[in-house]
């Protein structure tokens, strides 16, 4: 439910930029702004934590929390409260603009729809992706079982990170007059902290963006060869079958993809069999020609592109496919991220 609610106020707020505001991201580059935004994030994270060093020091200087009455105790917890609302309505303003700022950027040439809309504002708000099964694939059932604990402590990691840098400071800071200064050493962890997750949260906005405009020129580029039930075809559909089956979470990029061949291509992708079997996809693939597994490879490559952070086993298995280890990926994934797209 709480989901939903963000969805939609991220919506509106989006779709307020994109309509009221144009001549403001007409002004900023995305380059520009993001160094902007991040910047800001900084900041906030800054001022807010220095405004409750100063309830809880300043203000009362000298007293245990034990002595205080529980009048006192409840005002700082609420304006402590009340500080971090403002701080996160703040970060998320900042994220929901820079989200406005890459799809205005993008639909000079490409229609940005509301469903993509949406996915680009959970990732802002570091949201899950809904759970979809496409075609029978299921890209859960590769999930390993830790996820929900690595996600519930990765949701904590802001509290997390600063219970251990206060205990870190107290071991490295001797005993004395210079203790005094850990909450304002504090307001500089938050504030490197809060920049730190709006870069990754904007990159991940970024590269949703990129993958989507890369699927675009993709379909485009199929829909002039047009699909005649080829060993070629064959294949190609199935690694973009299997990459939605190892990808560990919905991908609306890929699934959108699957589903438009689909829909222009009626039974193109239905036809096949365990259309997500790995061994059946590299059979195909060994038969092809040099040249058509040279094509093969670098749409392989951009699909596997489109996930952040470590690859599965299964996933470096179906590169080795290729020839091609997971450093040597690495490497086109940099360039990728930093030229701010793919090419077919």
Same mark, same amino acid.
């Given at each position: ?48 934590? $220095? *405004? %409750? ?41 900042? %994220?929901?603009?820079?989200? *406005?700022?890459? @799809? ?6 490409? $229609? ?5 809309? +949406? ?9 899950? /992706? ?10 859960? &059932? ?10 519930? $402590? ?6 997390? =990170? ?12 001797s005993r004395g007059g210079s203790r005094m200064y850990i909450p304002y050493i504090a307001t500089? @962890? ?15 906005? &970024?590269? +949703?963006?990129?993958? &989507? ?14 699909i005649s039930n080829t060993l070629y075809d064959e294949t190609l559909i199935r690694l973009i079958?299997? +990459? $939605? ?16 061949? /689909? ?25 092809? =020609?040099? /040249?058509?597994?040279? =094509? ?5 490559? *951009?699909?596997? *592109? ?13 590169? /080795? ?17 930093k030229v701010k797209g793919f090419s077919l």
């Amino acid at each position: 439910m709480l989901q939903i609610l963000l969805e939609k106020w991220g919506l509106s707020h989006i779709n307020n930029y994109l309509d009221n505001h144009i001549s403001l991201l007409n002004k900023l580059t995305d380059h520009q702004a993001t160094k902007i935004a991040i910047l800001l994030s900084f900041v906030i994270g800054f001022i807010v934590t $220095l *405004a %409750t060093v100063y309830l809880g020091i300043i203000l009362f200087p000298d007293q245990d929390i034990l002595s205080m009455s529980w009048a006192v105790i409840f005002s700082i917890i609420v304006a402590n409260i009340c500080l971090i609302l403002i701080e996160f309505w703040l970060l998320f303003h900042i %994220t929901l603009l820079m989200t *406005a700022l890459y @799809i205005h950027a993008v639909q000079k040439q490409h $229609l940005v729809e509301e469903n993509f809309k +949406r996915s680009l504002i959970r990732a802002a708000f570091e949201l899950d /992706e809904p759970e979809k099964i496409t075609l029978g694939i299921n890209p859960y &059932r590769k999930r390993k079982t830790g996820y929900w604990l690595i996600a519930l $402590l990765y949701k904590v990691k802001i509290i997390l =990170s600063n219970l251990i840098a206060k205990v870190v400071l107290k071991k490295i800071i001797s005993r004395g007059g210079s203790r005094m200064y850990i909450p304002y050493i504090a307001t500089i @962890i938050t504030g490197f902290w809060d920049a730190w997750v709006q870069y990754v949260v904007l990159k991940e906005v &970024r590269l +949703r963006i990129y993958s &989507r405009v890369y699927v675009l020129n993709l379909l485009t580029y199929i829909k002039k060869t047009k699909i005649s039930n080829t060993l070629y075809d064959e294949t190609l559909i199935r690694l973009i079958a299997v +990459r $939605l089956d190892l990808f560990g979470l919905f991908n609306i990029n890929i699934d959108y993809l699957l589903n438009q061949l /689909e829909a222009d291509f009626p039974n193109s992708v239905s036809q096949y069999e365990k259309i997500y079997d790995i061994d059946i996809f590299s059979q195909c693939y060994a038969e092809l =020609s040099t /040249e058509k597994k040279k =094509s093969i490879i670098q749409i392989a490559i *951009a699909l596997f *592109a489109f996930k952040r952070g470590f690859l599965s086993k299964e996933e470096k298995k179906v590169l /080795e496919i290729f020839n091609i280890s997971f450093a040597e990926f690495k490497t086109y994934r940099r360039h990728v991220y930093k030229v701010k797209g793919f090419s077919l």
